[in-house]
């Protein structure tokens, strides 16, 4: 019998109707990674003419200063709010694509992706930070086995860090796919930065115990006995209350410190370039891909951080930045000394810094995103 080769699937554009994205996930306020990224996301999705997208907001839009940690009645009453307009959405939509962080991810997405399935759509869960293969971990043999049941029930799940991309694979997930967190590509103003002037370096992220800004005002205080230039240093973000009283004790003791404020959202990369160096000490242990340093990329601008997580995906130790200890003032100190006194180096480390950005920009990682979501369909986005 003569074989007959069976035609191969084509990639056909969408030119009939749009087709309609249905995602759940946060816009700020409050200002913060996914946030942003969910906002990056959006106003790039709108330049595809061939995609209609709805937006269930899941953002608390409360004063993040203060610790919202647990069950609380803000929660349930968020979480009733989601359930009746994921129903009402989901029944006409082409997929889903859901941010959750864990307890999202334990309470509200196998609700979400049992409703889903009722209406054979599609369903993509992406993990807020990257710390969800720890949370699975943590949990007790049958609720670990659930979670992962839930996982493998979705048609993909995308994973902010090849790290939990492996890991996730690791557990037995087959359908992780990577894709990292994003900044809209926004054009960035050259700055004449001074080569023997002082450093001027800027902590721009939530002021908060465990992004490490107390080490970063101890480092400080440190350089005046290391380094013979002048260092500046300019704090932006929310102050939390847990550490508020002691930031701004130990700021009035640190010369050349300020604390300016909450910089606007979307600000970022333009901040960042009128400065020479962006330093984020954290030792938060759930760091993902932290929006700040892609904002650096962005920027062309130098980073020091911390050997937390996932952080060296990031940051080549001596290529683009240095990669220091957590909680060490100390190297702190002498990483930030070595871009003092080396103005060429601080040149290279934010040209490297720069090239890095592409992979993080918002146009490239929405367009990964919708051939993992429509892989059958070839999406273009508006020419003008």
């Known amino acids: 019998m003569k074989s007959v080769a069976l035609p191969q699937k084509l990639k056909v554009e969408s030119s009939v109707h749009p087709l309609h994205l249905l995602m759940v996930g946060p816009k700020p306020p409050p200002i913060g990674g996914s946030p942003l990224t969910v906002q990056a996301m959006l106003a790039e999705l709108a330049q595809y003419p061939d995609v209609e997208v709805t937006l269930i907001n899941t953002s608390p839009m409360r004063d993040v200063r203060k610790k919202m940690t647990g069950f609380n009645f803000e929660k349930v009453f968020r979480s009733a709010m989601i359930v009746p307009q994921f129903l009402a ?83 037995g997930v087959p359908n992780v796919h990577y894709l990292p967190g994003c900044r809209p590509l926004t054009p960035v103003t050259e700055t004449a930065r001074q080569r023997s002037g002082a450093l001027r370096i800027i902590y721009l992220a939530h002021v908060s115990r465990l992004k490490g800004p107390l080490y970063l005002l101890e480092a400080l205080r440190l350089l005046k006995q290391m380094c013979d230039r002048e260092v500046a240093c300019d704090f932006y973000g929310p102050l939390h209350n847990e550490i508020q009283d002691e930031f701004m004790q130990s700021l009035a003791a640190t010369p050349g410190a300020r604390y300016c404020g909450v ?81 060429d180096l601080q040149q290279r480390m934010g040209e490297a810094n720069h090239r890095r950005s592409r992979e993080f920009r918002a146009d490239v990682v929405v367009s990964q995103m919708l051939r993992i979501v429509f892989p059958d369909i070839l999406l273009v986005k508006d020419p003008h």
């Open 89 to 171: 959405e989901v029944r006409c939509c082409d997929a889903v694509v859901v941010f959750a962080n864990d307890l999202f991810a334990i309470t509200l997405v196998p609700v979400l992706l049992f409703m889903a399935r009722l209406f054979r759509k599609p369903f993509f869960l992406k993990p807020v930070a990257a710390s969800l293969d720890m949370f699975i971990d943590a949990q007790k043999k049958p609720l670990r086995a659930y979670l992962l049941a839930v996982l493998r029930g979705t048609d993909g799940i995308l994973a902010q860090t090849q790290r939990l991309r492996h890991d996730l694979s690791k557990m």
């Open 263 to 343: 910089a606007e959202a979307g600000t970022g990369p333009q901040l960042i370039s009128q400065y020479d160096l962006l330093v984020l000490p954290t030792y938060y242990d759930t760091e993902g891909h932290p929006g700040v340093l892609i904002e650096a990329m962005l920027a062309g601008v130098p980073v020091i951080t911390t050997n937390i997580r996932t952080l060296p995906e990031l940051v080549a130790d001596g290529v683009n930045g240095f990669i220091v200890p957590t909680q060490d003032s100390a190297a702190l100190a002498e990483a930030i000394c070595k871009l003092a006194v080396d103005p």
